[in-house]
Structures are given as C-alpha cells and as structure tokens.
C-alpha cells in the first residue's frame, strides 16, 4: 500500500490528524510524515477490530494493512473509518471504491425508500427511536429553562415509551 | 464582480424584511457541485484548494451573468466579520459546525460571493467546491431551485458526476441530485402550546423525510426553528423532493394557524404588549429575552395589534441582536454586549 501523499513508499503510519476539524485519519509513510506532521503528536488507530488510541504514532507493518487494503480510496487516501466519522467523501473516486459503502450509510438511517412515494417510510421502531430522542433533547431543554411541570410531563412520557418498547 | 463592502453584509436582506407569510422567515435552496478532476476540499491541499478556486473565480469574472455580484475572500476578513457571516447564515444554514470549519476554510481560498439583494448566496470551497444557495420568504419552492440552477447553469465546468450515483458531493447523504433544503419558521402558537410532538408525529404519518425540528439536529432560538433536509438521496429526481418539502412546510404553516387561533385574545396581548414594552424600554437585554420579545413582535405585527413600528426596523433589529452583530455594530466588550443590544432594540423600535 503506497503512501497517497508521495506514492512512492509504503505506509508506515496510520493515525487520527486532530489538529483538524472534524479530525480525519491519515496514512503517510516515515518521509512523509516527518515533512507534514512532525511536529504533532497524533492519537493512533489501527484499522482492525477493535480500534484503539495510543498517544504516539502507530507503527505497523504494512503488511497488516493487506487485508483491509481495498477499503481505501488509492486516490485521496478516504478510509472507511474516516466515511464513518464524518460521512464525507473524500474524491470521486471514493464513490466507486466505497460503493458498498454507500448501501451501509443506507442502512445506518434506519431507512427504506418507498419507490411510489419517493419518500422513505419509517417503522415503529424508528418511530419509537426518533420519538426518545426528541424527548430526551425536549427534557434537557425544559430543565435547562426552569421548566420543571413540563419536565415532568415528558419525563412520564419517555418513562412511558420505554416501557412500551 | 465587485468586492464586498462591509455594509453590504449589515444590510438587512429586503424579502427578510418584507416577510409575506406569518410563518415564513425564510427559505433556502441550496445545490451542491464539485469539480471533476479535483479531490473534494477537505482532502486536498492548500494548493489544489486555491487552485478550484482560480478556476472558479475565473469562470465567475468572465460571466457578464455575475457582474453585479459581490465577492470577499475568507482570508481577507476580520474575525468579528466572519462571525457577524455566520449569524447572517444562521437563519438559513444547516450546520452549528461551520464556525470550525471556517477556521480551516480560512486557508482554503474560501470565497463568499453574494448578489445585490443578498438572496443569492455562492461559496467556493466550503466543504464542497461550489454551493449555491438561494433564499426567499415564499413557500414556493421550485421557483427557489429555478433561481439557484439558473447560477449553477451559468457556471460552466465539468462537474463530478457518474450515471450511478449522478452529482457526487463531500457529504455521502447529499450525492444523487446534491441539493438540500432549509427553512427558517417563526412558530410561536406551536410553541406556547407545546405541540411539536403532534407536529413531529403528524408529519412522520405523512412519511415525510424530515429532520432538524425543535432542536433534533438543529439550531432553535425560542420561537424559531430550522427545518432541514436529510439524505437527498433518496430523492429520484429534484421536483419529488421540491414537492416534499413544500408541502411538509405548508403543513407545519397551517398547523401554527390553527395553534394560534386557539390561543386566548388575552394572553396573546399580555405576551404581544409585555414583549412591546421590554423592546422598547429596555436597558439590559439578553439574547434570549430579545429573541421571545422580537418574536412576540413580529407575531404583534402580523395580527395586527402593533401598529407603530414597521417590518423593515423589527428585521434589522432581529440581525442585529445575534452577539457578533451588537460587537461588530458597538465595538464594545464582551459584558457590555447586553446593554449595547438593548439600545439598538430601542432605536429599531419605531415606524
């Protein structure tokens, strides 16, 4: 796997760039990373389950990366990780290699599209779902104005839900 | 294309000020394009950034199309001005991430370019390497895509595109017809009745792909709620999802009428009066006391009940009251930002 900023070495980091925001993963090889990030200390990824942090740059043998090799984009260097952090694509190209991707982005709204309506239909569960989630911002609001009748409304209600569910 | 003068961005946007329906503060359009060829702004270097940039600058000043338009660089602005931006932005924009962005952007050669009456708003490399957004105070959402693709169409360039997946955009949810869709509403009978969970479930029974309402996902300031779109996507083509969205906001319009009509004559002169009375005599005023005293204005105005200070002062008090703007317009300090926003309400408050 060559590295997307000079393609001629292998890579030799992976790693979070969190001096960007929102902070994206990056993968460089040694030369590249001292003339680009030396001077930063990234929290590491290794791009297997599980994932973990480490506080200095990962050294892995790029070997490892065979296997997850084609979940990143060989021309803007977008890895699967970084769509799912963030849902950007990071090229064109991106489009084809992650065309997978797209389907498990899909997938992750909890959504169908309902091909008459052009409009996509939500289950109960969905329902039940988006219904706790406004509530719980609605709670959050009402305590956070001193509005504790209506506090109490809602929280009966959510209590109310989730036994439901 | 002319250069953006600073009282160009503090002047009010004249259908803002001149809103039609009581509901309706604004609407918005927004397409997103890339440029065939390049990485999208957030992967590519500086260099190449600049470089879409150029390009796109280039095409823009060659079009007679865009003579009247005004255009400043993000790196050319003061600090306090691109603050001041994203509040002019928060009444139609989709994300409270943008300020972050900026700070990246800044260096990106990010261009805001406007029209003479601020309802054309073009952006090159802002997450996407060109977003042109129309604004407006109707309901009528095709003409609003007419006017942003009319733009789009005068930008000629080869554009990301693949017959699979059509315009392909930065943001995955927005490839297909790259457009999106945001509404600024002033519903306070909704509010006072606390209805917006009968709104939220009405609406999802009508299978309406909607987000960003009271709060979920979403700017809110009292009364006013962002509406936005989600996954256009999902859209096979830009008329269904026009149609969506107009009629999901007329339905939202039509339920602040019935929700405002049940509401006691007395209690809404109390709020309308009370609201009346703190905006034009004030001496310390928050932001949040004068978001729901201009909102119970605003609502004044429509029902008539107000009669002496006009839509024009009420909108450019409204702009005004964000925090960037009282700084910028003062130039005071951070604590006194309260009293300054309270004399400019003052001064708006007449015809």
Known sequence: MKCPKCNKNNIYYVFTDSTQSPPFIVTSCKECFQIHFGNVIPIGFLRSEPVFECSIPLKIDPTELKDISQLICDKCGTSLVDIKLNSLMGCERCYEVFSGVIAFVKNNLDATLDSKNDVQEYTNDDNIKIKKETLSNDLKIAIANERYEQAAKIRDELQKLEAES | MKKLLVDQILNVNPSFANWIDPCIMSNSISIHRNLSGHNFVHRSSIDDNREVCSKIMGILQSNSFFDDYMFEYLSEINPYLINVLYEEKLFHFYSSDYVNNLKILKNSGTVVIINQTKDILIEINNIDHLTVTAFSNKNNLSELYHTAIDVVNNITTNYAYNDKNKFLTSNVDLHGI?????????????????????????????????????????????????????????????????????????????????????????????????AYGLSKYGYNTSFFDACSSLSCLKWGIDEDIIKNVSKENLAKSFVNCFPAHVQFISSCDLDEIDKYRASLIRKGMKK
């Not at chain 2, 009978?189 to 009405?202: E, L, M, T, W, Y």
């Not at chain 2, 339920?255 to 709020?271: F, G, M």
């Open chain 2, 178 to 274: 790259g457009m999106s869709y945001s509404g600024l509403l002033h519903l306070p009978g909704i509010a006072i009745h606390s209805a917006f969970q009968d709104v939220n479930s009405k609406l999802q029974s009508f299978n309406y792909n909607i987000a960003g309402f009271f709060g979920y996902k979403s700017d809110f300031i009292n009364d006013f709620y962002t509406f936005n779109s989600i996954a256009s996507y999902l859209y096979k083509n830009a008329d269904s999802f026009l149609s969506i969205f107009e009629e999901a906001t007329y339905i939202i319009m039509e339920l602040e009428k019935y929700y405002r009509e049940n509401i006691e004559d007395y209690v809404k002169k109390d709020l309308i009066y009370k």
